[in-house]
Each structure stands twice: as C-alpha cells, then as structure tokens.
C-alpha cells in the first residue's frame, strides 16, 4: 500500500484574503458591467464551476468556450492582484505540514484544488511548498471537484508505481466540498477551520479529523495516522 495526499490551496495551505475572489468578480464587471449573479460563496468550488454558477443565475447562455475566455482573461487580473496583494500570505502551520508529509515513506503529496493549474502555481509560487507539490488533480481536470480529486489520486498512484485501487486517499481541506470529494473517491480528509467554513460544520461534514489551525498541537501526528 501507499498513500496519495493531496492538499486544497484556498483558505488550507494559503490566504489572499478576498484578493482571488475579487480578481474572478472582476473579470465578470469587466465582460458584462456589474458582478450580478456571483453574490455566493466560493468556497471549494472549481474555476469553472464559480464561473458556469455564476452566469447561470445571471441567465447568460453559458457555453464551453465563454467559460474558456474568461478563465483565460481571469489569470492575468488574478496575478496582479496577487502581486499587490498585502494579504497573500501562507497560512499557519502550512509548511511545517507539507514539509513532515513528504518526508513519510510511502506517501506522496500533490495539490488536490477547484483552481486551474497556472493559477494555483500562481499562488504558490512565492512559497516553499510550490515545490513540494509537484503534482495534482486541478479546475482545468474536471469542472466536479470529486473527478479532478480522482485526477489527481490517480496521478499520484502513477508516482508510486500503484495501481489506484492499491493506495490510500487522503485529502487535507477547508470545505465540506473537500470531505466529500475525497469520499467520493474512497478518502479521508483532515479538515481545517481556516477557511470560510466553521469547526463545527466540518465535524458535521464528517471530515476523519477536524483543527482549527493546520499548526494546531498534534494536527500533523492526526494527518499521519490518516497515511
Ligand atoms: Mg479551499
């Protein structure tokens, strides 16, 4: 057996404090005028998704390649913002967490996150853990989160010369969308409250093991008994 470990990024290994959610809310004021219709929470929900949901409630046809242009116009106002951003910070206990789960043997670490693959790079790349996180299942591998966390379960697999059916699936995210996409996909999930979703909802998610923070006492020796 081994074990595949991927991570959320938004509100679990990084914060910008609104800034990715303003840029997305912006690209949408610039094609169409105002941000009517993405007045919800985009907590665990992919690029695409946030984008399909939002047009819908405007009543916009939403067609593949509309979706694709506006992903396409939302990297490079997500990047600025990101640039600028006082706030685009690491969350506590991040590194420490992604630094001990790479070094377990038989286990390998990947980015499990609704956010299309140059810009969950676009957030990390300030910080350590980019690196450790070679791989990953992304927005732009499915639209659901349960099939891009299937994406990269499997690619994680393929790192550890396993078939799939022989390796553990261990998520560690902020929504309840993270539990049950690793559920979805046979995993477990250690979640944590620093994101937009509270302590309590995600114990009631039913996530194997809730924190507050990821630097929490005893929140890495949790993640390693899940592996
Ligand atoms: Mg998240």
């Not at 105002?34 to 690029?47: E, I, N, R, V």
């Not at 819908?56 to 116009?73: H, S, T």
């Not at 927005?139 to 299937?150: M, S």
Request: negative net charge.
């Amino acid at each position: 057996m081994g074990t595949v470990l991927l991570y959320d990024i938004d509100g679990t290994l990084v914060t910008t404090d609104g800034g990715a959610r303003q840029a997305l809310l912006d690209t949408i004021i610039a094609h169409y005028g105002d941000d009517a219709g993405f007045d919800f929470g985009f907590g665990g929900m992919t690029d695409r998704g946030i984008f399909r949901r939002g047009l819908v409630q405007r009543g916009v046809a939403v067609e593949e390649d509309l979706l694709d242009r506006l992903i396409a116009d939302y990297l490079p106002r997500l990047e600025s913002v990101l640039a600028r951003a006082a706030v685009h910070r690491l969350l506590p206990g991040a590194l420490e967490m992604v630094r001990a789960s790479v070094g377990w043997s038989g286990v390998v670490a990947g980015l499990g996150t609704g956010n299309v693959e140059a810009g969950a790079r676009m957030k990390l790349r300030p910080f350590a853990v980019d690196a450790l996180l070679p791989f990953g299942g992304f927005g732009c591998d499915a639209e659901l989160r349960a099939e891009l966390i299937a994406a990269g379960h499997r690619r994680g697999a393929a790192r550890l010369g396993l078939p799939v059916e022989q390796t553990r699936l261990v998520v560690v995210g902020d929504t309840v969308h993270d539990i049950e996409a690793a559920r979805a996909n046979g995993g477990v999930t250690l979640a944590v409250a620093t994101g937009r979703t509270s302590h309590e909802a995600l114990v009631a998610g039913g996530a194997e093991v809730v924190v507050h923070r990821l630097d929490d006492v005893g929140a890495i020796a949790a993640l390693a008994r899940l592996c």
